[in-house]
């Protein structure tokens, strides 16, 4: 059955409200494309799986969208030049997950020219499907909404899976990124026709786009262009986290996927926005994926905004866009509060999957002393996924893996939900890291 608020649009059952969710700081002025800058730096590993593999070296000369690291194997993705200039080599610089990372250095010629690689295929309509699937994979999208998964392996289900319904996640709910919003607002042919043409990838009669009712704007944009496509767009409650794949699917559908199970295994695939239109410029102009839009935001940044980036933009290049700080920051996160990761370096690259970029105050970027659990049951009320996150937990600082895991410790999506109505500020999201990390050790070391 599917939930309904009282309001009549679509919900889950938990989840929660953020206090002040800071959209207002970046959510109301278009789109800036920013200027070339004189090097780049592409990150190797943009993608869930084995990342590609270079086929430039030190001194090559590149153009604009040329094919700079091949995907090595099915799980991988391929990267292009984000602008002509030459190679500077196969060089290490810090990765968002707090470890140095491969990347390729473009110095830039200051021309930002080259042609579309691809060849254009205007009459997606009457295209194969194969061939459009095709086109994902040599495009080298992913998932832009955070999780990076290579976009061809989703779209490719096995065939015991019968999927009915493509699902494209508008719902942007994480605090203080608004990319997503001003994509759709600004584009919403572009994420329309992207939608119908995953659409016909996956030979699927429905195809919507979930968006929450605090971007009414966008989704009066979608609408104009939904009937001619053939595309629903859904209004959804604001609750986070309403932009999760399974939450997406209950809210949309009323299906429910199963414990341990995919999307596919509810009949439904879910691809970002930010996908979408990707995926409509690789096909009708031939463009693979060199930037994307990214929200720099926070109450210490001048200008918050969103903002055309190159992939490969460091992120202090970034941060000058929006005309840099008030004062010293106390948190550098790529990505919103909630689900983000917090960086030690203003040189961490923008990759596909950086939605945003957030710098928050000193004030609030505060490690906080926590006791023993009081048991009020606010996380257990919280949880989107209908878990017992005070009982993995405490699971866990007893070093008890085996009981975290008989309590489905593996289903957490990990979204913060608990940790943000906690009233004593446990780590819980800390310590059901710890225990997947720990099962995953265990698991490999059987094999």
Not at 78 to 89: C, F, I, M, R, Y
Request: proline share 7%; hydrophobic share 40%; with cysteine.
């Amino acid at each position: 059955m599917i939930n309904k608020s009282s309001r009549g649009v679509m919900t889950f059952s938990g989840g929660i409200h953020p206090v002040g969710d800071g959209k207002r700081l970046s959510s109301a002025a278009a789109v800036r494309r920013a200027p070339l800058l004189e090097r780049y730096f592409v990150l190797l590993a943009e993608n869930a799986g084995k990342p590609p593999v270079p086929v430039v070296k030190k001194g090559d000369k590149v153009a604009k969208y040329q094919l700079i690291a091949a995907a090595d194997g099915f799980v991988s993705a391929n990267l292009h030049a984000p602008t002509s200039g030459e190679v500077g080599g196969i060089v290490e610089v810090p990765g968002p997950m707090g470890v140095p990372s491969m990347a390729v250095e473009i110095i830039s010629d200051g021309e930002d020219r080259g042609d579309a690689p691809l060849a254009p295929i205007p009459d997606w309509r009457g295209a194969d499907p194969e061939v459009l699937k095709t086109r994902v994979r040599e495009a080298g999208l992913v998932g832009m909404g955070g999780a990076s998964f290579p976009t061809h392996v989703k779209l490719s289900p096995p065939p015991d899976k019968t999927v009915d319904t493509l699902i494209l996640n508008g719902a942007e709910c994480e605090p203080y990124l608004t990319a997503d919003h001003r994509l759709m607002l600004e584009t919403p042919e572009r994420v329309v026709r992207g939608a119908a043409i995953l659409a016909k990838i996956l030979r699927v009669k429905r195809a919507c786009i979930g968006v929450e009712t605090n971007k009414a704007d966008a989704i009066a944009a979608l609408k104009m262009f939904g009937a001619e496509y053939g595309v629903e767009v859904i209004t959804l409650r604001v609750r986070y986290p309403q932009g999760s794949e399974k939450q997406l699917i209950n809210a949309i559908t009323g299906r429910q996927v199963r414990s341990g199970g995919l999307p596919m295994d509810a009949g439904c695939v879910v691809q970002n926005v930010g996908t979408a239109a990707a995926l409509a410029d690789a096909v009708t102009e031939g463009i693979p994926l060199v930037e994307r839009i990214t929200t720099v935001t926070g109450e210490v940044v001048v200008s918050p905004g969103n903002f055309l980036l190159k992939i490969g933009t460091p992120a202090i290049e970034a941060v000058k866009l929006a005309g840099g700080v008030k004062s010293e920051p106390g948190k550098l996160i790529f990505g919103g509060p909630m689900m983000g990761f917090a960086q030690k370096s203003f040189r961490v690259p923008v990759a596909k999957n950086t939605s945003g970029i957030l710098l928050l105050p000193a004030r609030v970027a505060v490690n906080y002393a926590s006791t023993g659990c009081i048991r009020c049951g606010r996380c257990v009320q919280g949880c989107p996924m209908h878990l017992m996150p005070c009982l993995l937990s405490t699971a866990v600082e007893a070093d008890r893996f085996d009981l975290a895991a008989q309590n489905h410790v593996m289903d957490c999506m990990e979204c913060g939900s608990c940790a943000y109505v906690c009233p004593d500020h446990r780590p819980l999201v800390q310590n059901i890291r710890r225990a997947k990390a720990e099962l995953r050790r265990q698991a490999a070391a059987k094999k």
